[in-house]
């Protein structure tokens, strides 16, 4: 029997029903907010993910479904959606356009990571990509809009928030922080000894308890931003504040992409697990520029629809349309055109066998239907249907035409 690879799911009944519910829902707040709908290719050539998600991250390091396809190229599926939607915003020059563009976005993405609870090798993202403003109130309004989506599905989340600085306070830091990584170079596991060479601020992202401990004393970005992120950062706090919004300042989240700057969030949920970040995202202000396109400040989130789903009850599903069926041989063509015709406006589950009411009446409610209408002898000979709603329990013939 051929089953499906390590780390990749079917989303089959029920809770295909959880799946479509969160992106209906999500994709309806995220337009309130001007956002709107795009597609990108799933494949995109390799040099995408190296230049923009970093070669020194986990996800191009150690990740990526890479591999070259019959014409030679050297091709990727997508690990994550933001690069695919920058370089689409270049291509089709957006950013020469100037303004401000807001797009969403979702389907599945590829990791080949180790397979646990919450982590697939391929999982789905809803994001968000906002172009155009450089000011921290968008910031804001993304972090509330998120906010805004997981509240709606009522799950339980802890907002962390951290700002990484940019190309002017960054430099510097990563010098003191490297000084200080030096003394302790014998003292960090082998991982950090390899982020230390590649992208120094990835060791607060390591998991390792005595790397962490090590880390207490470390210099922080936080008190090394340069002043114009040190007031993006302060003003967005105090506009969370204003709006209730509680937050966690977190020195350690640093994020597992390379191309962020400025905000970096993510929403956590201890009702998750191990794999406990529901959303993440952050500023990208550099990014359009890093791939060839004109400077453009963004800002966007991805929310991992599994990890969601997880959290979530499948919401009731209340009856719909209408079910019919014949009860004798000679109703089935009149039933199937009636059938057809209801089809216009009303979803209808049509039974293609003779039954008798009892049966149909059964099946319709198997099948979720408001109303069951069958076709007799009777109905044939007055050109009817009978019909009964099986909510309101009650009966009534209604002419065929
Ligand atoms: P990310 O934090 O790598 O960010 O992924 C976003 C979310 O995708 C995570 O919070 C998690 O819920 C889900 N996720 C990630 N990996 C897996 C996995 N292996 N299995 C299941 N779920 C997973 C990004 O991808 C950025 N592109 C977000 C962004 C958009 N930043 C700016 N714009």
Known sequence: ??????????????????????????????????????ETPILEETTLFKRSVGESSDIVGKEMYQFIDKGGNDVCLRPEGTAGVVRAFIEKKYDRQGGIHRFFYHGPMFRYERPQKGRFRQFHQFGVESFGVESYLEDAAIILMLKEILDFFGIRYTLKI??????????????????????????????????????????????????????????????????????????????????????????????????YNKT???????????????????????????????????????????????????????????????????????????????RRTDKVTLSYDVRSLKAHLKAADKAGARYCAVIGEDELAQRQLWVKDLVEKEEEKRALE
């Open 1 to 38: 029997m051929i089953t499906a690879l390590r780390g990749m799911k079917d989303i089959l009944p029920p809770q295909n029903e959880k799946y479509s519910y969160i992106l209906e829902n999500t994709a309806a707040i995220v337009k309130k907010y001007g956002f709107v709908f795009i």
């Open 264 to 342: 970096a969030f993510e929403f956590v949920s201890g009702d998750l697990g191990a794999q406990n970040a529901v959303a993440g995202g952050g500023r990208y202000d550099k990014l359009v520029s890093f791939l060839d396109g004109k400077e453009t400040p963004a800002i966007g989130f991805a929310i991992g629809i599994e990890r969601l789903m997880e959290m979530i009850e499948t919401p009731p599903k209340e009856r719909e349309g209408y079910y019919f069926g014949a009860l004798c041989e000679e109703a089935i063509t009149p039933i199937f055109v009636a059938a057809s015709k209801q």
């Open 162 to 259: 951290n700002s990484l600085g940019c190309s002017d306070c960054m430099p510097p830091y990563r010098e003191t922080l490297m000084k200080f990584l030096d003394e302790k170079e014998g003292e960090l596991c082998e991982d950090c000894q390899r982020r230390k060479a590649t992208n120094p601020i990835r060791v607060f992202d390591c998991k390792n308890s005595k790397c962490q401990e090590v880390l207490i004393p470390a210099p922080r970005l936080r008190e090394n931003l340069c002043a114009s992120c040190d007031t993006h950062f302060n003003s967005l706090l105090t506009l969370l504040d204003a709006k209730g919004v509680a937050y966690e300042i977190d020195p350690n989240l640093v994020r597992g992409l390379d191309y």
